[in-house]
């Protein structure tokens, strides 16, 4: 009777295997490794795409991936003796290329952008420090991630006030400040980029002198 039921518990394994098999479906006794899944490596460019600088002048734009800030370089239409005296120029051609944001190959890769267009950006006007940029909205009022792409392209640029900074001011009446591009900044680029103090302004006296405007704090 031992014997029958051996034979019987035999011959219904091999029929298991068989109908196992026939569905295509390969036993095995061992664990299989098939290792991690596949992951795409964000904010990884080509060589020849990491560069589109391939006329024009060079410029350095600031994009957002990884949740921070990442350069990426750009051509622009000007003139090569022109490229290191017109700041503003240069500044106009670098917001353009933020509100343009990445290419179609940079966006596969993880960039985006935070600067919305329309944006303008115009020259300092009577009693603004030297090399003060105006835009045409109101920094402050920009999304915080937006102003840190702005202030570290510019700060990085001709187009800078030197020494990592940028004076900027927008439409109003309101006094320029100095933003710094920090690498904290470029590491956490939602935060309020820091502020710096802003040169002082020459303004004219009463009685037609120039008295020197104190320095102070651009947050004031």
Do not use: W
């Amino acid at each position: 009777m031992k014997r029958r039921t051996a034979r019987a518990g035999a011959l219904v394994a091999a029929a298991l295997t068989l109908l196992v098999g026939g569905c295509g479906i390969r036993t095995t006794s061992v664990p299989v490794d098939a290792g991690a899944a596949p992951t795409r490596v964000p904010c990884s460019l080509t060589g020849e795409s990491s560069s589109a600088a391939a006329q024009g002048v060079p410029l350095r734009v600031h994009l957002v991936c990884g949740a921070q800030l990442e350069v990426v370089e750009r051509g622009a239409p000007l003139p090569e003796e022109k490229a290191g005296r017109s700041p503003l120029r240069t500044a106009s051609e670098l917001l353009e290329l933020l509100v343009a944001g990445p290419s179609e190959e940079e966006r596969a890769a993880g960039f985006t952008t935070a600067v919305r267009g329309p944006m303008a950006v115009k020259g300092a006007r009577a009693g603004d420090p030297a090399g003060t940029l105006r835009l045409n909205r109101q920094p402050e009022d920009l999304a915080p991630t937006a102003l840190s792409q702005i202030v570290c392209t510019f700060a990085e640029s001709a187009a800078g006030a030197g020494e990592h900074t940028v004076l900027l001011g927008g439409p109003g009446a309101y006094a320029p400040k100095r933003y710094r591009c920090t690498p904290e900044l470029r590491e956490r680029p939602e935060s309020a980029p820091p502020l710096g103090t802003v040169p002082t302004v020459t303004v004219p006296g009463p009685s037609g002198s120039a008295d020197p405007a104190s320095e102070a704090p651009a947050g004031e």
